[in-house]
């Protein structure tokens, strides 16, 4: 595999716990609208959340083909972060994979959590796809994919996966045509009821351009085993079938849970938080417009529909709710 280590000039020093991050009116719209979605609903519960925000630095890395650029990503990253290059350069815009790191940053640069952002974008070749992933496992907390790759010989990227079951992988939930479940990498993710890559979640929206409804994946056939392991609230989601940016959402929630830990989580430490973290908390779900009551209710009727399936078809969700970072800083001040 091509590696270049270009080490960007992205080393800015630290600032001091909670220096010039913004007030909470002073919040961009996006990670303003999730965070209330995520239970942190005021300014008083930002603040809680901020101070328990460690000095670790959360190692994510990026493995795609959509293109990421430092020179579009430098306003959103928070000071003493730091950013490289693996395999693949700089794209030199705006493409697909960095509007959806740029969510990531959003959230956490609002929070005060410094990540290091690794790079792969190796060329479309199953085999090293599936070495990327293994090398970005190794060195990495989180490791986020915003391609649902498929084919025959998909396995070797979900193998790939399993081989780091000291990283957490997440990708969005998309589905593509009709093609055999066995041949998609998400049909791989975990199955809470037993089954699939331990460390390798799908996330879906609740997005805020719908009605609160959620996607259903399609029902295929008795063999089907693809499923939605997590739903979290996305700002930017075109719908409940535009799931990348959800991935975004639920990696800043991840890596959060790592920066405020008393210690370093394990990954199945941090899968387990993100899975007890989920929750309809209807006060947080309409705290921010335009979610109202009768969102949540649709919100609930896609839970149970998930949950419960119709006769014959398989269920398809993992946790049942939405991610609530406000729980997972519950969840860790009992640790």
């Known amino acids: 595999m091509r590696r270049c280590s270009l080490l960007l000039a992205l080393l800015i020093p630290a600032l001091a716990a909670g220096a010039d991050l913004p007030t909470w009116d002073a919040l961009p719209a996006a990670p303003r609208w999730e965070l209330q979605m995520l239970g942190v609903t005021d300014a008083a519960r930002l603040a809680q959340a901020r101070a328990a925000v460690s000095k670790r630095l959360v190692r994510v890395a990026l493995v ?3 293109g990421l650029s430092r020179k579009v990503l430098r306003p959103h990253l ?7 290059y693996r395999t693949g350069g700089d794209s030199g815009h705006g493409a697909h994979d960095t509007g959806q790191i740029a969510v990531i940053l959003d959230l956490l640069g609002v929070l005060g959590v410094r990540v290091h952002l690794t790079s792969y974008q190796p060329p479309d070749d199953t085999a090293q796809l599936a070495a990327a992933f293994a090398a970005a496992g190794q060195e990495a907390d989180l490791v986020v994919t915003y391609h649902s790759f498929w084919g025959d010989d998909v396995h070797l990227i979900s193998d790939a996966m399993a ?3 000291e990283a957490l992988f997440l990708a969005p939930y998309g589905e593509v045509g009709q093609p055999r479940t066995s041949t998609s990498m998400q049909a791989h993710s975990y199955k809470p009821w037993g089954g699939g890559v331990a460390n390798l979640f799908t996330c879906a929206p609740l997005a805020r351009k719908s009605d609160g409804r959620l996607l259903i994946p399609s029902h295929r056939d008795a063999a089907d085993t693809e499923i939605i392991n997590l739903v979290a609230p ?3 989601a075109s719908g409940p079938g535009g799931t990348c940016p959800s991935v975004g959402v639920v990696a ?4 959060y849970a790592c920066a405020a830990a008393p210690s370093r989580l394990s990954c199945g430490t941090l899968a387990r938080l993100l899975h007890q973290s989920v929750c309809v908390d209807e006060a947080a779900l309409t705290a921010a417009p335009p979610f109202t009551a009768e969102h949540v209710a649709k919100l609930r009727a896609s839970l149970a529909t998930l949950q419960e399936p119709d006769a014959g078809h398989v269920r398809k969700l993992g946790a049942v709710g ?14």
């Open 163 to 165: 081989s780091r079951p």
């Open 252 to 255: 800043a929630v991840a890596a």
């Open 322 to 335: 939405v991610v609530s970072l406000w729980r997972v800083d519950g969840l860790l001040a009992k640790r």
């Open 64 to 66: 795609g083909e959509g």
């Open 78 to 84: 928070y000071p003493g972060c730091t950013m490289v």
């Open 234 to 236: 996305s700002y930017y």
